[in-house]
C-alpha cells in the first residue's frame, strides 16, 4: 500500500492570535510523531501552492476576493475576519497551498501513483460555506478536492467522511442540492456551529448527519459509524473516498466533550479502507480538519496514517 503525506514549511506561516487554539504547534506535534521509525515508508511529498482560481470550483469569486481583501500587509500583523477566523501577512499563500496539497493528493490516488494520501495542511476548512469563511477556515479545502476530482477525473460519485467533532457546516452548504456528493458527518450535537441535526438530509438525500450527546465516548461513535455512515457509504458505491480527519473527539481535546482514543480513529479508517476497496479501487484522500490538544492529536493522526500504510 502507497501512502502519500503532502505537508510544507509554510503551513506554520499562517499566525492566529496567542492562545488560539489553531497554531503551527499543532503540526509540528504531528511531525514529531512522524519521527518514529514505523513511518520510515511513507512518502512525503512537499505540497505546491494552487492557483487562486481554485477556489472557484466551490466558492463564487466574490469569497476569494472577500478573503484576499482580509490579508493583512504588515508582516506581524493579523487581521479578525470572523469571530474566530483570523488571517495573517501570508495566510492566502498558506491556503492555496493547502487547497494544492489536496489536489495533488487526489491526482496521485486518481492515477495510480498513490493508494491512498494524507495532507498535513491547515488552516482547515470545512467550516467555510459556499460565501463565508468561519470556525478557522477560509476556504473549503476538501470541497475544492472534490470538485478537481470531478472536473479533472470525471469521477461521478464522491463520498466525503467528517469525524472531526464540530460539525462541517461548510461542506454540507456546499453540496446540500449536489446528489453526485455524498457528505457523511459524525460530531457532537450542541456544539459549534449548531448545525448537522439527523434531519438534515440534503436535497437528495445526500447528507448522512450522526450527532453524538457529549460526554459519550467510544461505543457511540462507532454504532454511529456502522449504523448510519458505513450504511450510505455502501449504497452510494463512491468512486472516491474523501476524509475531513479531524481529531479533536479524543477525550483530551478542550474544546468539545466526546471521549474518544487514538484508536477508535484507527479503527474508523480501517472501516472506510474496506469500503474503498470494495468500491473504488483503494483511493482515499484525508485532510486534516480539527484536533486541537498536541498529545491527542498527535497520536491519534499518526494512528490514522499508520493505518492508511498498512492499507
Not at 469569497?63 to 500587509?73: K, S, T
Not at 496539497?101 to 491547515?122: E, H, I, L, Q, S
Not at 496514517?305 to 492499507?311: E, T, V
Request: net charge negative.
Amino acid at each position: 500500500m502507497t501512502t502519500r503525506l503532502y505537508e510544507n514549511p509554510l503551513f506554520l506561516e499562517h499566525n492566529t492570535p496567542p492562545g488560539h487554539p489553531e497554531r503551527a504547534d499543532r503540526l509540528r506535534s504531528l511531525n514529531i510523531a512522524l519521527e518514529h521509525p514505523n513511518f520510515a515508508q511513507l512518502e512525503r511529498v512537499e505540497a505546491v501552492q494552487a492557483n487562486e482560481d481554485a477556489v472557484t470550483l466551490a466558492h463564487p469569486e466574490e469569497h476569494l476576493f472577500a478573503v484576499m481583501r482580509q490579508i493583512p500587509e504588515e508582516e506581524g500583523e493579523i487581521n479578525q475576519i470572523e469571530a474566530d477566523t483570523y488571517a495573517s501577512p501570508k495566510s492566502l499563500q498558506v491556503a492555496l497551498t493547502a487547497i494544492g496539497g489536496a489536489m495533488a493528493a487526489v491526482d496521485d490516488v486518481m492515477t495510480g501513483k498513490a493508494d491512498n494520501a494524507f495532507v498535513a495542511g491547515r488552516p482547515p476548512g470545512h467550516h467555510a460555506e459556499k460565501s463565508k469563511a468561519m470556525g478557522f477556515c477560509l476556504f473549503n479545502t476538501i470541497a475544492i478536492a472534490a470538485r478537481h476530482a470531478q472536473k479533472t477525473y470525471g469521477v461521478e460519485r464522491v463520498a466525503i467522511v467528517d469525524w472531526d467533532v464540530h460539525h462541517g457546516n461548510g461542506t454540507q452548504d456546499i453540496f446540500w442540492d449536489d446528489p453526485s456528493v455524498l457528505f457523511c458527518s459524525t460530531h457532537q450535537m450542541p456544539l459549534y456551529p449548531g448545525s448537522g441535526a439527523k434531519d438534515e438530509t440534503g436535497k437528495h438525500r445526500n447528507i448522512v448527519n450522526a450527532p453524538l450527546s457529549p460526554n459519550v465516548g467510544s461505543d457511540h461513535f462507532r454504532e454511529a459509524f456502522k449504523s448510519r455512515v458505513l450504511p450510505a457509504l455502501h449504497d452510494f458505491s463512491p468512486d472516491l473516498i474523501l476524509i475531513s480527519a479531524g481529531f479533536d473527539a479524543h477525550h483530551r481535546d478542550p474544546l468539545a466533550q466526546i471521549n474518544l482514543v487514538g484508536e477508535d480513529f484507527d479503527w474508523a479508517t480501517g472501516r472506510l479502507l474496506e469500503v474503498a476497496d470494495r468500491f473504488c479501487n483503494n483511493r482515499v484522500v484525508s485532510l486534516l480538519e480539527g484536533g486541537y490538544d498536541l498529545e491527542g492529536l498527535a497520536e491519534s493522526a499518526g494512528l490514522h496514517i499508520a493505518r492508511l500504510m498498512k492499507g
